[in-house]
Nanobody, 116 residues
Framework: QVLVVESGGGSVQPGGSLRLSCTVSSTIKSYDMHWYRQAPGKQRELVATITRGGTMKYGSFTMGRFVISRDNAENTAYLQMNNLQPEDTAVYLC???????????WGQGTQVTVSS
């Protein structure tokens, strides 16, 4: 069983920063790693992806404020979020995609709240 655990969420003021972590219980070398977010009453949306080859993709709303990275040695993906705004408030979820097994492993999410 593959476990995924997100951490690093919290409450910040507008303009603040947070760094989220997604740690997987197995090696992620062959995984594409995705961060999603879901706000109350809204659909889940893709925030960022980093492929097993290191290619990064971002949702248009990130506007250069977010950076995704990975450390395969630590089986962890990160999401650095800067200049956070109230509209970024959501539960942020990590999806570890085992491309070869066509499997997705999800964590429980970490809450990010941005308010003054």
């Amino acid at each position: 069983q593959v476990l995924v655990v997100e951490s690093g969420g919290g409450s910040v003021q507008p303009g603040g920063s947070l760094r989220l972590s997604c740690t997987v219980s197995s090696t992620i070398k062959s995984y594409d790693m995705h961060w999603y977010r879901q706000a109350p009453g809204k659909q889940r949306e893709l925030v960022a992806t980093i492929t097993r080859g290191g290619t990064m993709k971002y949702g248009s709303f990130t506007m250069g404020r977010f950076v995704i990275s990975r450390d395969n040695a630590e089986n962890t993906a990160y999401l650095q979020m800067n200049n956070l705004q109230p509209e970024d408030t959501a539960v942020y979820l990590c999806d570890a995609q085992d491309v070869w097994a066509a499997a997705h492993y999800w964590g429980q999410g970490t809450q990010v709240t941005v308010s003054s």
